[in-house]
């Protein structure tokens, strides 16, 4: 065989494995995510450049977004958020108050899920270690302090809350409010990534 048949018949193999490759990618796009993915996604979101989009319309969209969302590992939703927050904080506010809860049902609660099933499986001194400053966090977002006239009332709600936290945060967290789920959602998910490391 000559030098130019062998380049020859190796051309052709690559053509055929690059041809395969592509099939296989084509096959496969709708099974997979990455940031820049959703980044597009999200960037091309129809009723934020101004279509006027119907409630179908909307609700496959936003799960669609929520299905590759859902995809990406917590370093890559880290990096997501480091790079595009804006953008996200935008498609989220732009969502009506049903699909807001829907997008933190599908993206927020499971990670609520899997920490729960996490924490109760660990041995106590290791559960306290990572539920101390979840605790912090979650106190850090309990609001504007309320004004002198009401304190008396406030210091009840106060030690309610605390109370709630301190004895079961996940069950805190489930009844929290849309929005502290959304700016507690960085710490769950490194909470997710801790838990399902000590599991393995």
Known sequence: ???????????????????????????T???VSWPG??????????????????????QRYMIQVV????????SQRKALREDAQELMNKFFTSLTEEEQKEYVNRTVDPLLDTID????AMPLEERKKLIGPMRGDMKGQRGEPIKKESEPAADKDREFMESM???????????APLKTKMDLAPML???YTRVQGFRR
Do not use: C
């Open 67 to 74: 299905t590759n969302y859902n995809r990406l590992d917590p």
């Open 189 to 191: 998910e490194e909470m």
């Open 37 to 58: 993915k959703v980044l597009k996604l999200i960037d091309e979101t129809p009723w934020l450049k101004g279509s006027v989009t119907s409630h179908d319309a909307r």
């Open 117 to 120: 099933k996490g924490l109760k």
């Open 1 to 27: 065989m000559t030098r130019q048949r062998i380049w020859i018949t190796a051309a052709i193999f690559l053509a055929v494995i690059w041809s395969v490759v592509t099939i296989v990618m084509q096959q």
């Open 165 to 175: 936290i301190a004895d079961d945060p996940i069950m805190f967290l489930r009844e």
């Open 29 to 31: 796009d709708d099974l």
